[in-house]
Every structure is written in structure tokens, then in C-alpha cells.
């Protein structure tokens, strides 16, 4: 089955307050995904220690939801 990982986690980021930007067929057309994060130019500890917070976050609700 086709998941659709990337964009299943763009959701689930932006559910969690923070947009990023999914991306697939990355390897060879068809296959791979990923995620594109792109923090202001003047980022802060604070920024990035929140960024990393909601992937974990939303990565873990999104593998719960596949895992179902």
C-alpha cells in the first residue's frame, strides 16, 4: 500500500502548529519521500529545539495512525 508518508507528516505538522513542505519520488520518480523544513534566517535555540519537538511529535502520531 501506498502510504504517502511525506505528505501524511506535512499534515500532521501543521495539525501541530508548524508548516513544512512533503515532497515524494525523490529517488526515481515514484519512490521516496521527504520532509523540506525551512526555518527563518534568524533562528533562535528556542525555534529549533520547538521545530524538532513537533516532528517528533507529529512523526509519532503520524507512524500510530499508519501502525493502526
Given at each position: 500500500t501506498?502510504?504517502?508518508?511525506?505528505?501524511?507528516?506535512?499534515?500532521?505538522?501543521?495539525?501541530?502548529?508548524?508548516?513544512s513542505?512533503?515532497?515524494s519520488g525523490?529517488v526515481?520518480?515514484?519512490?521516496?519521500?521527504?520532509?523540506?523544513?525551512?526555518?527563518?534566517?534568524?533562528?533562535?535555540?528556542?525555534?529549533?529545539?520547538?521545530?524538532?519537538?513537533i516532528?517528533?511529535?507529529?512523526?509519532?502520531?503520524?507512524?500510530?495512525?499508519?501502525?493502526?
Amino acid at each position: 500500500t501506498d502510504v504517502k508518508f511525506c505528505y501524511r507528516l506535512q499534515d500532521k505538522c501543521f495539525e501541530n502548529g508548524m508548516t513544512s513542505m512533503g515532497f515524494s519520488g525523490t529517488v526515481d520518480g515514484l519512490n521516496g519521500d521527504h520532509i523540506s523544513l525551512a526555518p527563518s534566517y534568524t533562528v533562535t535555540k528556542k525555534d529549533i529545539d520547538s521545530i524538532v519537538e513537533i516532528m517528533v511529535k507529529s512523526i509519532g502520531e503520524m507512524v500510530a495512525e499508519v501502525s493502526a
